[in-house]
């Protein structure tokens, strides 16, 4: 997974670059990309000219960003924004938005004077991004008041310099921030009292919508683990300096809080249904290109013949594993009963890396780095953003070697603070294809070739969303599944049938023909989630990111009608391999723009080969 609008930087911001923050957050900054490394990772080639001509005209998006939310521009590896903070000082909305009017004219500018047809590509491909961020930011400004995770938020400002994979020479500008962000510098307020002000001055408008009050929450009963957070960064990474601010931004969290309970918390709204034009956005910026009746259709139809399959599966799992149960639920249920603990988990995964990479290479599926994969068990904080298994995506400007991270929670919290343990990825049957996702042939091989092959930042960063990262995922998972035992197969068609699930049940509960205890009843009973994975599930949906969860099957299918013609049309001189890496050297482009890519450049070179072989 690579969690469409995180809560990064909270989207109910009402400034134009903040949401574009989180759109580029949805692209793939989960949750704070390294920035300067000793090397190791993927190398990128030599650029031909074009790109590194559309590569500088991509700046004129990354200084609009950098400029109001540079740390999590840094994420992406802008240099020299080390020690600064996101903007939140008076008219944010509209300078931000200003902003990003003035670079999408600048952009269109270029695009009229440009010969060169890919670069002109590029650049209509930033201009279409410029245009998503602000329509989804005046929406947001038209009917959301201003609500922000102040915590969460500076705790991944935080993240993003304290990582294994920063410079140690880099980490020391920590401290800067956090004085900033505790507002102890000259010049800068608390950003706490900051977005107090922001949400007050709109707090009078009662046209505006109120947070979703689940949210809220969640949110206050989550707070105390980014506090936590980062306190332990700075202690691992021995910080000099950094217990004066973090002592302040303590005591200013918790009357943020108070502040929240005292006049957000009333303003709250118990039904979490997004207006209708920001939900339409919202699928738009997934990269959601299919009608909401056809989604819903064509997801319903495959959730049917996904659970068809799992049965007939099913007796064959439980022959093996001399089980007396044959119910796919219950085959599963079993399956769930032997659950990896403590250090035998990351152990355990780092063997089936090692069992997918032979798999990989004996079928010819995709081309193969040299290099090892990373992985690693979420700290609590970030299990509390994210609690969902997801990539943590190497710098995509100027990489120098760093790389992807699979990362992998244990637990989510509920309402009232309950723990919920997750019992979804700890057991041998579902590492198989959920490392196939996040690891190889999956998002991190996807990551890494973006950097290996060049790809413009255009294709890189503004073109990417949502349907484009997951659905070659999911399509990875696919590729995986015939080899692997029939235990691993079972567990791949349960995850392929909560992403059917999620396209149904996603637009189903925004458009009110689904409710939330129908949503929790299938994803427990039908998919045979736990609690907490359930629980999150239904929180993506309803309020942590409307509209992203469809993503996967609506990406999914594209590919697969893609590769299907691609077949039909090369019949015997189809190469599975050839083609998976021509996909992933293409960068993330949508599913329109890369099959064009497929019919006029990858058909006819294919067809060029098989000629030469054969002589004609």
């Known amino acids: 997974m690579i969690f469409a609008r995180t809560s990064l930087v909270p989207r109910r911001c009402g400034a134009a670059t903040l949401a574009a923050v989180l759109a580029l957050a949805a692209l793939g900054a989960l949750p704070a990309a390294a920035q300067t490394s000793t090397g190791g990772g993927p190398k990128p080639t030599a650029a031909p000219a074009w790109i590194a001509r ?27 924004v080390d020690d600064q903070i996101s903007d939140l000082k008076p008219k944010i909305a509209e300078r931000s938005r200003k902003s990003l009017v003035d ?13 060169d047809a890919l670069v002109k590509q590029d650049l209509d491909i930033m201009i279409q991004a410029a245009s998503d961020f602000i329509a989804d930011a005046d929406a947001q400004q038209k009917y959301l008041l201003p609500y922000f995770n102040v915590a969460e938020t500076t705790f991944f400002g935080v993240r993003a310099l304290l990582d294994e994979q920063v410079d140690a020479s880099r980490r020391p500008a920590v401290v800067t921030r956090l004085k900033r962000y505790a507002g102890l510098e000259t010049g800068y307020e608390p950003f706490s009292k900051l977005a107090m002000d922001r949400t007050r001055e709109r707090l009078a408008n009662r046209e505006l919508l109120g947070p979703v009050k689940a949210e809220v929450e969640k949110n206050l009963v989550t707070c105390q683990k980014y506090v936590d957070g980062i306190g332990q960064l700075c202690q691992k990474f021995q910080i000099a300096g950094y217990e004066a601010p973090y002592a302040a931004l303590k005591q200013q969290f918790a009357a943020y809080d108070d502040f929240v309970r005292k006049e957000i918390m009333p303003r709250a709204r118990e039904d979490f249904r997004q207006p209708p034009e920001l939900y339409t956005l919202a699928l738009r910026q997934s990269g959601i290109d299919m009608p909401v009746d056809e989604l ?19 007796p064959t799992v439980a022959k093996q594993k001399g089980y007396t149960v044959t119910d796919y639920r219950a085959v599963i249920a079993e399956l769930k009963k032997d659950q990896l603990t403590g250090d035998a988990i990351l152990t355990h995964y780092q063997g089936r890396i090692k069992d997918l990479e032979a798999i990989i290479r004996r079928e010819r599926i995709v081309t193969l780095p040299a290099r090892e994969m990373r992985m690693r068990i979420a700290s609590e904080a970030e299990a509390a953003a994210t609690p969902a298994p997801n990539m943590h995506p190497p710098r995509m400007i100027g990489n120098t070697g760093e790389m992807g991270e699979f990362v992998l929670p244990l637990r989510n919290q509920g309402a009232g603070g309950k723990e919920m343990q997750l019992d979804d990825f700890t057991f041998a049957a579902d590492s198989w294809t959920l490392t196939a996702h996040e690891g190889r042939p999956g998002h991190e091989l ?9 790809v413009s930042l255009a294709r890189t960063l503004f073109a990417m969303n949502s349907t484009n990262v997951e659905g070659w995922a999911l399509y990875a998972e696919a590729e995986m599944l015939p080899y692997e035992p029939a235990d691993g197969q079972l567990c791949a068609l349960q995850n392929r049938l909560l992403r ?7 637009p189903g509960l925004q458009t009110g023909t689904v409710t939330k205890e129908e949503a929790y009843r299938i994803l427990r009973e039908d ?23 469809p993503s996967y099957f609506c990406g999914y299918s594209r590919l697969l009608e893609i590769r299907t013609d691609a077949e039909r049309l090369l019949g015997h001189d189809f190469d599975r391999m050839a083609f998976n890496d021509f996909i992933l050297s293409q960068g993330m ?22 000629a030469r072989k054969t002589g004609h």
């Open 54 to 80: 559309s590569n500088d005209h991509a700046q004129v998006m990354l200084q609009a960003l950098s400029k109001y939310v540079p740390e999590f521009a840094g994420q992406f590896g802008v240099e020299g």
């Open 103 to 115: 670079a999408r004219s600048e952009l269109q500018k270029r695009a009229a004077a440009e010969k």
């Open 296 to 314: 819903q259709s064509r997801a319903k139809t495959s959730f049917a013949e996904i659970r068809t399959q799992m049965q007939v599966l099913a």
């Open 446 to 454: 996807q990551f890494a070739a973006n950097i290996e092959h060049g």
């Open 500 to 506: 059917a699930a999620r396209a149904f049940l996603d």
């Open 527 to 549: 998919v045979c989630l736990s609690e907490g994975m359930a629980n999150q599930e239904v929180e993506r949906y309803t309020f942590r990111a409307p509209g992203q969860a």
């Open 589 to 610: 482009l949508p599913p329109k723009v890369l099959s064009k890519a497929v019919f006029e450049d990858f058909v006819p070179a294919q067809k060029a080969v098989a």
